[in-house]
């Protein structure tokens, strides 16, 4: 069972940027980070693959970054230039799968608790 801990959420302004972390028991192949908003469907965010190639949702193109560091079993996400619409619990996701489908990161096998991002004007 892969256990799954997220940190690094809180509350900032519209244009400030967050990092996610996301530390891992274990080795995965596909990982990546999808949010939920209060009566919202659940949005995969950002994916990586076991190759080290990286996707992304339309919403947050060019303004979130995921990235890995592979000897820490350690999953990261930048996020710069937040929107209120970024607001959301954040969820890291993990699957052996080894690709990276942005679409398909909620319904990975395994996932954390979530972190809370709060944007305000």
């Known amino acids: 069972q892969v256990q799954l801990v997220e940190s690094g959420g809180g509350s900032v302004q519209a244009g400030g940027s967050l990092r996610l972390s996301c530390a891992a028991s274990e080795y995965t192949a596909s990982m990546g980070w999808f949010r939920q908003a209060p009566g919202k469907e659940r949005e995969g965010v950002a994916a990586i693959a076991s190759d080290g190639s990286t996707s992304y949702a339309a919403s947050v193109k060019g303004r979130f970054t995921i990235s890995k560091d592979n000897a820490k079993n350690t999953l990261y996400l930048q996020m710069d230039s937040l929107k209120p619409d970024d607001t959301a619990m954040y969820y890291c996701?993990?699957?052996?799968?080894?690709?990276?489908?942005?679409?398909?990161?909620?319904?990975?096998?395994?996932r954390g608790q979530g972190t809370q991002v709060t944007v305000s004007l």
């Open positions: 996701a993990a699957d052996n799968y080894g690709g990276r489908r942005v679409d398909l990161v909620p319904d990975y096998h395994y």
